[in-house]
């Protein structure tokens, strides 16, 4: 039965609200929130969606709404049902660990700092955190048991030791388990290492300078010098902190995205210390852009999973909802949270940092020889080729207004990118702006040499630009005899957004679309983008080394003091340029007939 929009969009509620599609089996197919339920519902039915929504809207048999009294409250419901329901075309964040703490107990007369994974429900002591990995919390503690010497045993073991451990001998442990050390003592060793986990390490420092100095006067000196030991120890760990310009507590959301994959890191800083990051590459089966993507994984990072969140929320785009998500934060912690993508300082330097976390994480995925090996398959099956192709090059033309043309031309195999078979082509002799006569030299070049017998063939030749570089690859090949390399052109769609890419095999009348989760897409894609990347970071080089060099430096008669003149009368080769026969003779030094001579050189 075909679900009628129509009559449905009649009877809904202009209120805000949570909607569920449903399938005609009764499943949950996808939940959503909307300040106005029968504006958002509308547009679901109207056209012009991309392709993974059509999909959706294809498959809905029925939506059930429910009107709640604000968007934010809409926003907390629509987080809690996903969390319950996990439909197949929301966001889903699969994290199903807890993030763990460390835990000092309230009750114990030498309390232990412990790890924990979740908070007990009983108030017994403190938690610290949470961290982002035990390996975070490992590192943490093992610090603050070599600084502080707290005991890291289980509490039905110090309850019957009648000696000290070998932690005692290598001074990790200062035997509170048979009185070494007495109970108030100790307790401030714990408040000391606690400080330290909440980034309050200068204070400690103080407190230990003062009590050094008073043991030193009292004429203690072990245990002044047991002092001066953690003060250093405390020092260092100052020095090795990567972040500790001020305190603060917040997490950082940076998305990283590629052609075949993406990546959301989050780093969690706590009283100004970076404590680590965790990575997350959730389904994004509606297409959505980074910045709703971004935004749908933050709501449900804290409201679907019911972590709290820290002061500052901030994130490496813009969020749609970032208003409302900062409003439904603060009601849920009870505390004014902030979110934020536009900051400065020490906090501009987190995010960069969760950035080149994000970019290095997704970089490692794709790299990754499973997914590779895939890819290189999903490839040999869309072209229908007997064999798996082993070697894959591609070529793309860079200019700006056609000074400097460079070709690029970069080569993946099954390991992915072969940087040492990398080049260059310096393009010369072809008119301004003519890619497909750039297009034409650069494969010359490359497949005479090729011919006398220099470097390796390739399988496949993608060629960036469509038909009409399909047609100039095409022709050089008829001209040099090549036979034996499968023709590939890779056009943009209409809108030029990634995954709307037309191929053409071999010929301009063998075209073919490949879905945008194709595996086969992204490896062209990857490639393709590789190529782009080299070709305009070689050609800005060119062109920024010719305006580097002042022409004047080839025109007989215009030596250095000449050449001097001429940039410091007109401001640089630009006014020179734009100068005049007339205006050029009136330089010191220039001549009527040199300065037709300049003229001449500059213009042709």
């Not at 209120?15 to 599609?21: D, S």
């Not at 100004?272 to 959505?288: C, F, I, K, T, V």
């Not at 794709?366 to 082993?390: D, G, H, W």
Request: aromatic fraction near 6%; charge should be positive; include cysteine.
């Amino acid at each position: 039965m075909t679900f009628d929009a129509k009559h449905f969009l009649k009877t809904v509620s202009a209120a805000p609200g949570v909607y569920r599609m449903l399938d005609d089996q009764g499943d949950t197919l996808y939940i959503g929130k909307a300040k106005r339920l029968k504006a958002r519902l509308a547009s679901y039915f109207r056209g012009a969606l991309n392709t993974k929504t059509q999909a959706l809207v294809a498959r809905i048999a029925d939506i059930e709404v429910t009107v709640t009294r604000s968007e934010t409250e809409a926003l907390l419901m629509e987080q809690a049902l996903i969390k319950e329901l996990r439909p197949p075309y929301n966001i889903l964040l699969r994290d199903d660990k807890s993030y763990p703490f460390v835990f000092v107990s309230d009750r114990h007369p030498y309390p232990a700092l412990e790890h924990k994974r979740a908070r007990s429900r009983r108030d017994d002591g403190r938690y610290l955190g949470p961290y982002p990995s035990s390996g975070a919390v490992r590192e943490s503690l093992s610090l603050m048991q070599k600084i502080f010497r707290i005991r890291n045993c289980e509490d039905s073991v110090f309850a019957n030791r009648s000696r000290p451990c070998l932690q005692y001998q290598i001074q990790r442990c200062s035997a509170p388990c048979v009185g070494y050390i007495s109970q108030e003592d100790y307790r401030r060793d714990v408040e000391h290492a606690v400080m330290c986990l909440e980034g309050k390490s200068e204070q400690v420092t103080s407190q230990l300078t003062e009590r050094m100095e008073a043991a030193s006067q009292a004429l203690e000196f072990e245990e002044a010098a047991r002092l001066r030991d953690q003060i250093q120890q405390l020092r260092r760990l100052q020095e090795r902190q990567i972040v500790d310009t001020d305190a603060g507590d917040a997490d950082l959301f940076a998305l990283a995205e590629r052609p075949g994959g993406l990546c959301i890191s989050v780093v969690t800083v706590r009283q100004g210390r970076m404590l680590g990051a965790r990575h997350h590459s959730p389904d994004n089966e509606l297409d959505l852009g980074s910045e709703a993507l971004l935004g749908e994984f933050v709501s449900q990072f804290y409201l679907g999973q019911g972590r709290e969140p820290p002061q500052e929320v901030l994130t490496s785009h813009p969020l749609p909802d970032a208003t409302l998500l900062q409003a439904a934060l603060s009601e849920q912690a009870g505390k004014r949270i902030r979110v934020a993508h536009q900051v400065r300082g020490h906090r501009a330097q987190w995010l960069q940092l969760a950035r080149t976390n994000a970019e290095q994480y997704l970089a490692s995925q794709l790299a990754n020889q499973t997914q590779l090996s895939r890819r290189f398959e999903a490839l040999r099956e869309a072209l229908a080729l007997e064999e798996t192709p082993e070697r894959l090059e591609c070529f793309d033309i860079s200019h700006s207004h056609g000074e400097a043309t460079v070709a690029s031309c970069v080569v993946f195999d099954q390991q992915g990118p072969v940087k040492s078979d990398y080049r260059r082509f310096n393009i010369e002799g072809v008119a301004a702006g003519d890619d497909y006569g750039a297009m034409r030299q650069a494969l010359t070049r490359r497949f005479k040499r090729l011919a006398s017998g220099e470097g390796k063939r390739p399988d496949i030749l993608l060629v960036d630009g469509g038909k009409g570089q399909l047609n100039m690859a095409r022709e050089v090949f008829v001209e040099l005899g090549v036979s034996d390399v499968q023709l590939l052109g890779v056009a943009k769609g209409t809108t030029r957004k990634p995954g709307l890419e037309t191929l053409f095999v071999e010929t301009v009348d063998r075209s073919l679309n490949l879905d945008s989760g194709s595996p086969a897409l992204h490896l062209v894609q990857h490639i393709r983008d590789e190529a782009h990347r080299f070709a305009i970071t070689g050609h800005r080089a060119r062109r920024d080394k010719q305006r580097r060099t002042s022409s004047l430096q080839d025109i007989p008669g215009v030596g250095p003091k000449r050449r001097r003149e001429l940039l410091r009368f007109f401001g640089g080769l630009q006014g020179v340029r734009q100068a005049t026969r007339e205006e050029l003779a009136r330089v010191p030094g220039i001549s009527a007939n040199l300065a037709t001579a300049i003229h001449q050189a500059l213009h042709g």
